[in-house]
């Protein structure tokens, strides 16, 4: 399906409706299965949405993230600081239900010369913990299923970190998990955005300016590349009866011009890390 603005944050809930973003307009839309689409919320700077165990709706918005309940109301403002300092540009989240807290990154500024981003954890009190610092562009972010490793899309050095984890909020030194290809051709950029995981262990990458998702296997080699619909493409969730559709959000060409959602027929099936009840789907 075609959008009026760039789209961002995919997510699925357990009824099938499908949520995204569109981080300009400041609003998340909802499609149900039933192909209504509405207005769900309106959140400045909407990015990065994640649905935690209890059915409310994390959003890395404008400066912030917040938490809105299943019907798209603001619960409240989970953080907009660190150590007196405020946020800066809150991108993509990944959950921890087993402890019920989350992690988000903070891209910083978008200068490569300015490495500012971060990685920050947020507990089920709600304290905020910081995780990691000094990165280019903090972007996409994936918690493990087993939970053991987080990676972390660093989109202005073009390649995807990982971090041993070592308890909740607390990881271990810093490892390049993978760098990806450069832009070719009719392609404008290269940099990692939104990521996810299928059942065996493979990273799928959004790959902005690249219009392509990549596929890295469990040791972070290139093992296959789908066209995504979306030259700047930003994001990625599974979805579908058997998990095995892949959803990814983007620009159809630049940001600045429509979006897209399309749904790409892997017969992989992904992986569910928001319960759990052991059924394959990330979301």
């Known amino acids: 399906m075609q959008s009026d603005k760039y789209t961002e944050g ?93 992690y988000f990154t903070d891209s910083g500024n978008s200068n490569p010369q300015i490495p500012n981003g971060a990685v920050y954890y947020v507990d089920t009190v709600g304290k905020i913990n910081s995780v990691v610092t000094g990165l280019a562009f903090a972007n996409g972010i994936l918690l493990t299923h087993d939970r053991q490793r987080l990676f972390v899309a660093e989109s202005n050095r073009n390649r995807i970190l990982v971090y041993d984890l070592i308890s909740p909020g607390k990881v271990g030194a810093q490892k390049v998990f993978a760098e990806l290809p450069v832009k070719q051709r009719d392609q404008i950029d290269n940099k990692p955005d939104g990521i996810c995981q299928d059942a065996v262990g493979n990273l799928y990458v959004a790959h902005y300016g690249m219009g392509q998702v990549e596929v890295l296997n469990p040791e972070g080699r290139l093992i296959r590349r789908y066209s995504s619909g979306n030259l700047t493409t930003s994001n990625c969730a599974f979805a579908g009866l058997k998990y095995d559709q892949l959803f990814v959000t983007g620009g159809i060409k630049a940001e600045s011009g429509f979006g897209g959602i399309f749904r790409l027929n892997l017969g992989e099936p992904g992986l569910d890390i928001s319960g759990s009840s052991g059924t394959f789907m990330e979301h």
């Open 10 to 102: 995919v997510v699925l809930d357990n009824d099938g409706n499908l949520y995204f973003s569109q981080t300009q307009a400041g609003t998340i839309t909802v499609l149900t299965p039933d192909g209504i689409q509405r207005i769900w919320a309106k959140v400045p700077g909407a990015n990065g949405h994640k649905i935690m165990p209890d059915g409310t709706h994390i959003i890395a918005a404008k400066n912030s993230v917040v938490q809105l309940d299943a019907d798209g109301k603001l619960l409240k403002v989970v953080a907009k600081e660190f150590d007196g300092k405020p946020l800066q540009y809150p991108n993509d989240i990944t959950i921890n239900p087993e402890e019920g807290g989350f």
